[in-house]
C-alpha cells in the first residue's frame, strides 16, 4: 500500500490526529510516514484540501513548507503530540489538564483573523515551524470544543497505532481496508481452520 493510500484512508477531519496518523505499524514494525521533506510536502497538500480553515492556515505557511530541508524539528513535535494525547486518552492527565497544557503551548502564539467568504478564520502569524505547531495546537483545541475529544479512540487492532473519532461508537478499525479486512480475513481462516480440524475428528 503506497504512502498516499494510508494517508487518505486514515484521514481524520481533525489536521492534529492526521498528523499522528503518519506513523503507522505493519508487521511489527514501526514505519514513518514523514521521512523526507518531499513527504511532508505532500502530507500538507493533502491536509489542506481537508476543509477551508487547514487550506488557509496551510497557505500562510506556504514558503516555509517550500524551503523545507529536515523534519527532525517536526517528527520530534508529532512525538510530543502523541504522548500528550496518550496521556489523556490512558487517563493520567484530566481534559482540564490537557486544556491548560494547550493554553501554555499557545502562551507565545500570535493570532491574526482572514475572513474566508465571510467566515472568520483564525491564522497564527508566525509563518515557519511555530507556525505549524500552532496550526496542530488549534486544531486540538478544535477537538476539545466539539468535545470528539472524548471520542478519542485507537484501532481495535492491537499492533496499530492510529487512532480517529468513534462518532458513533460502534466503529473499530482506523479503516476497513488497513485494519478491517484483515482482521476479516484472519476471522475466516481461523474459522475455516478449526472446521477442517472438526471434520477431521469426526473422519477418525
Ligand atoms: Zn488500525
Not at 14 to 42: A, G, H, M, Q, Y
Not at 45 to 63: G, K, M, P, R
Not at 134 to 152: P, Q, R
Amino acid at each position: 500500500m503506497c504512502f498516499s493510500t494510508i494517508i487518505t484512508m486514515t484521514m481524520n477531519q481533525w489536521s492534529c490526529l492526521n498528523f499522528l496518523n503518519t506513523t503507522i505499524v505493519r508487521n511489527n514494525k514501526k514505519i514513518d510516514l514523514l521521512c523526507t521533506p518531499e513527504e511532508f510536502k505532500i502530507w500538507m497538500t493533502n491536509e489542506a484540501q481537508l476543509n477551508d480553515a487547514v487550506t488557509i492556515q496551510f497557505s500562510y505557511l506556504q514558503s516555509w513548507i517550500d524551503s523545507l530541508n529536515m523534519l527532525k524539528e517536526i517528527t520530534n513535535y508529532r512525538t510530543e503530540l502523541a504522548e500528550k494525547l496518550a496521556a489523556f486518552m490512558n487517563g493520567v492527565i484530566s481534559k482540564e489538564m490537557l486544556k491548560e497544557r494547550i493554553e501554555t503551548d499557545l502562551q507565545q502564539a500570535a493570532f491574526i483573523l482572514h475572513f474566508f467568504k465571510n467566515k472568520k478564520i483564525i491564522v497564527p502569524t508566525e509563518t515557519h515551524f511555530e507556525g505549524f505547531k500552532s496550526v496542530i495546537l488549534l486544531h486540538l483545541y478544535g477537538l476539545i470544543e466539539t468535545n470528539d475529544i472524548e471520542k478519542l479512540c485507537h484501532c481495535a487492532n492491537p499492533d496499530c497505532i492510529l487512532v480517529f473519532i468513534n462518532k458513533t461508537g460502534k466503529r473499530k478499525w482506523c479503516s476497513m481496508k488497513i485494519c478491517g479486512n484483515r482482521h476479516k480475513v484472519e476471522r475466516f481462516s481461523k474459522k475455516s481452520t478449526s472446521k477442517k480440524q472438526g471434520d477431521d475428528i469426526h473422519k477418525t
